[in-house]
């Protein structure tokens, strides 16, 4: 049995309390290929969920590591370089191939949350701008 037979991938549920909500600004939009997440929104609703190897890791200023970001509509996984910056910010690099794919516009609301078994941050879109 595959495993996403066994752990089968659950929608945005609006009630969790650990969501990610972005408002898609124009950077985060058009010709971008980064989308940035603050570090309060990253330490408050990601740390929780990530081991303490990821999370030392995260809490270094020149911190790079892979993350998987899964859409939930198109079950497309494409896996992203996050940064840290200098403002301890959280940049994704990877977003432009899911513009590609997407046709996601300035004002669009994407819920973010992480899968603990699978490993990985989902997201969907939750509201059209």
């Known amino acids: 049995m595959a495993r996403t037979e066994e752990c089968p991938d659950k929608p945005f549920d609006p009630s969790n309390q650990r969501n990610i909500l972005i408002t898609l600004k124009e950077s985060d939009t058009g010709s971008s290929v980064t989308i940035t997440m603050t570090k309060k929104l990253v330490e408050d609703n990601l740390f929780p969920w990530w081991d303490k190897r990821r999370c030392k890791a995260f809490s270094q200023d020149s911190f790079v590591e ?10 497309i996984t494409i896996t992203h370089t996050v940064r840290r910056d200098p403002d301890g910010n959280f940049t994704f690099y990877g977003w432009g191939t899911i513009l590609a794919t997407r046709n996601f516009k300035t004002g669009d609301i994407i819920g973010f949350w992480w899968d603990k078994l699978h490993d990985r941050l989902n997201f969907q879109l939750v509201m059209n701008a």
């Open 66 to 75: 892979l993350i998987d970001l899964f859409e939930y509509d198109s079950k």
